[in-house]
């Protein structure tokens, strides 16, 4: 197919050719980049790779202070350029530049999108980025439905992917569940790769979608029920859960959620936390060897060395002292008849430090009381939500991940 | 103002499955009369809060009714 991209919300329809000649018309360019239209991210992302210089990625909903904040704090400045660049003939040709120069002067920064605290500059080299790009012709025909904000590690990833093919690109940012089965059906998209968050949107399709051959989940816990759900749906789709931090790109794969670490010497689990070596991780503020991840994991097995997540450690609530995890606590509402959805936080409480309290969709025929009174047959008394908020609908974070913020 | 919070009360104990209080009185202790534990505590303060715009442990403990209308005056 010779389309490149398509963006039903910005209304961008762009074949490989139509790239080519506007990449071919841009004569000045920025190292900084920060614009609502995906589009454009992609455009500044390849301009970036075929003139071999750094690109800085800002999500465009960044505030002027935030933008001040952190490129003042890293003595950043955003200059435009002169693009000196030879004439991009066809895909063929720019494919070419893509995937055989070796792109040493190129850097991407990117911020981590925590939840709490200042985010975190970290830079990675080429190598690094595409740690797990796959290129070969079986890939030729790839359709992906693009599914991640595009200044994000995960949205480059799946970008660079789709790019180093020549594939397209159709983008579900943002969508509704209507508008994104009507793109997977008129499109064909032959590939998805979304937080667990924007899965769960899916299983709500009436209808199976055959095309889609591949589903890659990360960001988030894998929820095993969520993806036999998901095969229902998408009944020719092979699943792959995935393991990746802004500050070390994509680093474990999984079929299900058992991880199976091929390189035994990188990784160290200490107190149930996961430790990653230096020497997989991108350029950051940071010194030691280890890495401290923050995922609390399990070891299922030494030999292999097969590890589950069990949990974000800042996830962690803390409720005068006692430990909740919220994904537990939420199993626990789902459970219930009549609800649908629920995303559990917390809230701070001058009393106890912490409270657990919980949004949840639910189809009326619940109270407040009901579901509390439920939950005392399954969780301890100081992990029941003191607050639930009946909702209209979760809503998901600029990562696309389910927000669970300190409120 | 009364009624809210005598309302509120019993929405707390309702929701632990506790005994409701008939009626509110200043000299009712929080914990020992009426029956709240430390969970409870903290849900009647978020629920105060959410009615009031007032976080009545926020400049320390108070144990008995008459407390709660003192920080919500």
């Known amino acids: 197919m010779n389309l490149f991209y398509h963006d039903h919300q910005t209304n961008t329809h762009a074949s490989w050719d139509d790239l080519i000649y506007e990449l071919n018309q841009t004569s000045i360019s920025s190292n900084i980049c920060k614009d609502s239209n995906t589009y454009n991210v992609f455009k500044c992302l390849i301009l970036s790779l075929i003139v071999d210089m750094p690109i800085t990625l800002l999500d465009s909903d960044f505030t002027e202070n935030e933008v001040s904040e952190l490129l003042g704090r890293t003595n950043n400045e955003k ?81 660079l992917q789709a790019l180093a093919n020549g594939n397209s690109i159709i983008n579900l940012f943002n969508s509704t569940p209507l508008q994104i089965f009507k793109l997977i059906e008129d499109f064909q998209i032959t590939h998805l790769s979304a937080t667990p968050s924007f899965l769960n949107q899916l299983t709500t399709s009436e209808k199976k979608h055959p095309s889609v051959k591949s589903i890659t989940s990360g960001g988030e816990r894998f929820n095993p029920a969520l993806m036999q759900n998901l095969s229902n749906i998408f009944v020719n789709a092979r699943f792959k859960n995935i393991y990746a931090l802004t500050e070390a790109g ?103 430090g912490n409270i657990v309290v919980a949004d949840v969709v639910q189809d009326g025929s619940l109270t407040e009381s009901d579901i509390r009174l439920q939950l005392t047959s399954y969780l301890q008394e100081f992990k029941i939500p003191r607050v639930i908020r009946f909702v209209e609908n979760i809503e998901l974070s600029r990562t696309g991940k389910t927000k669970r913020i300190q409120k | 103002m009364r009624d809210t919070v005598h309302q509120i009360i019993n929405t707390v104990l309702a929701n632990r499955g506790k005994k409701l209080i008939d009626s509110l009185n200043d000299s009712m202790r929080l914990r020992d009369d009426i029956g709240f534990d430390s969970l409870d505590l903290a849900e009647l303060t978020v629920r105060i809060e959410a009615q009031f715009n007032v976080d009545i442990f926020e400049k320390g403990i108070i144990s008995t009714v008459g407390e709660i209308f003192e920080r919500l005056k």
């Open chain 1, 79 to 159: 200059h435009e350029f002169l693009l000196n660049k030879p004439l991009i003939k066809n895909k063929k040709e720019l494919l070419s530049i893509i995937n055989q120069n070796d792109h040493k002067e190129w850097e991407l920064t990117l911020f981590t999108s925590g939840t709490t605290g200042i985010p975190k500059k970290v830079k990675h080299p080429f190598s690094t980025i595409t740690r797990n790009v796959k290129i070969s012709d079986k890939h030729n025909d790839d359709i992906w439905g693009f599914a991640y904000n595009p200044t994000h590690m995960a949205g480059v990833q799946v970008f």
């Open chain 1, 250 to 352: 994509s680093l474990f794969t999984a079929n299900g959620d058992l991880f199976v670490i091929d390189e035994t010497d990188k990784v160290k689990i200490v107190n149930s936390i996961l430790y990653i070596h230096q020497s997989l991780l991108g350029n950051f503020d940071f010194t030691d060897e280890w890495y401290e991840t923050g995922d609390i994991v399990e070891v299922v097995s030494n030999n292999p060395l097969t590890i589950k997540f069990i949990s974000r450690e800042k996830e962690i609530i803390n409720v005068g002292g006692y430990k909740v995890n919220p994904h537990e606590v939420e199993h626990a509402i789902k459970s219930i008849k009549g609800v649908t959805e629920v995303v559990v936080y917390a809230k701070s409480n001058s009393v106890l």
